[in-house]
T-cell receptor
Framework: GESVGLHLPTLSVQEGDNSIINCAYS??????FIWYKQESGKGPQFIID?????DKRQGQRVTVLLNKTVKHLSLQIAATQPGDSAVYFC???????????FGSGTRLLVRP | DTGVSQDPRHKITKRGQNVTFRCDPI?????LYWYRQTLGQGPEFLTY????????KSRLLSDRFSAERPKGSFSTLEIQRTEQGDSAMYLC??????????FGPGTRLTVL
C-alpha cells in the first residue's frame, strides 16, 4: 500500500506500552474535536471525539484530553498493539460549519 | 459493505484531461463531504452537501472543480483540464447532521 505521510513526526513505542499523541489546534472557537486513525491506502477512521465543554473523554483503550487554555489536544492509547500502527490526525470543527479542519499527523510505530 | 464507497480507487490521467470521481455515502446519511489529501498532510475540506444542496465550498475548489449530488444520494466530483498539482487523494465522507463523518477509501489521482 502507499504511504499516508512520508515526512510526518513519528512516535515509536514498544508493544504493550502506553502512547501519547499530541496536537495543537488552531481555532479557539472550535466546538468539537476528533481523533482519526489512517492506515496506508485507507481513508481516516474515527477513533474518539470530545466537545469543547469537556476536558476528558475515555473510550476503549483510548482517552482524549482537551486543554482549551493552550489549544492542545492529546490522544492516549493504553497497551499499544501492533494494529495501532498508523498515522493519527486530530481534527476540529465549529458547530456553525460542518467542515473538519485537520492538523498535521503523527505516525505511530509499534515495535513488537 | 455498508460503508462509504468511492470509485475508481486509482486514476491516472494526462494533464489537460477531465476526470470524474464517484462517491456513494452511507445510505441514511444526508450530509456528504469531499476532501483532498496530499502526501504528508491531513485532509483539506473541499465542499459539502446536505441532501442535494451544496452548502459550503472551499476556496481550494477552483473553477475547474465541480461537485454534484443530483438526487441527494451519490455524488460526483469532476476536475476539468487537470494539472499536475491536482495529484492527490480525493476523500469522500458522509454523516448524519452533527454526527461523526465516516470516510471512504479515497480515489488516488495521478496527473502525468
Amino acid at each position: 500500500g502507499e504511504s499516508v505521510g512520508l515526512h510526518l513526526p513519528t512516535l515509536s513505542v514498544q508493544e504493550g506500552d502506553n502512547s501519547i499523541i499530541n496536537c495543537a489546534y488552531s481555532n479557539s472557537a472550535s466546538d468539537y474535536f476528533i481523533w482519526y486513525k489512517q492506515e496506508s491506502g485507507k481513508g481516516p477512521q474515527f477513533i474518539i471525539d470530545i466537545r469543547s465543554n469537556m476536558d476528558k473523554r475515555q473510550g476503549q483503550r483510548v482517552t482524549v484530553l482537551l486543554n482549551k487554555t493552550v489549544k492542545h489536544l492529546s490522544l492516549q492509547i493504553a497497551a499499544t498493539q501492533p494494529g495501532d500502527s498508523a498515522v493519527y490526525f486530530c481534527a476540529e470543527r465549529s458547530d456553525s460549519s460542518y467542515k473538519l479542519i485537520f492538523g498535521s499527523g503523527t505516525r505511530l510505530l509499534v515495535r513488537p | 459493505d455498508t460503508g462509504v464507497s468511492q470509485d475508481p480507487r486509482h486514476k491516472i490521467t494526462k494533464r489537460g484531461q477531465n476526470v470524474t470521481f464517484r462517491c456513494d455515502p452511507i445510505s441514511e446519511h444526508n450530509r456528504l463531504y469531499w476532501y483532498r489529501q496530499t502526501l504528508g498532510q491531513g485532509p483539506e475540506f473541499l465542499t459539502y452537501f446536505q441532501n442535494e444542496a451544496q452548502l459550503e465550498k472551499s476556496r481550494l475548489l477552483s473553477d475547474r472543480f465541480s461537485a454534484e449530488r443530483p438526487k441527494g444520494s451519490f455524488s460526483t466530483l469532476e476536475i476539468q483540464r487537470t494539472e499536475q498539482g491536482d495529484s492527490a487523494m480525493y476523500l469522500c465522507a458522509s454523516s448524519h447532521p452533527g454526527g461523526e463523518q465516516f470516510f471512504g477509501p479515497g480515489t488516488r489521482l495521478t496527473v502525468l
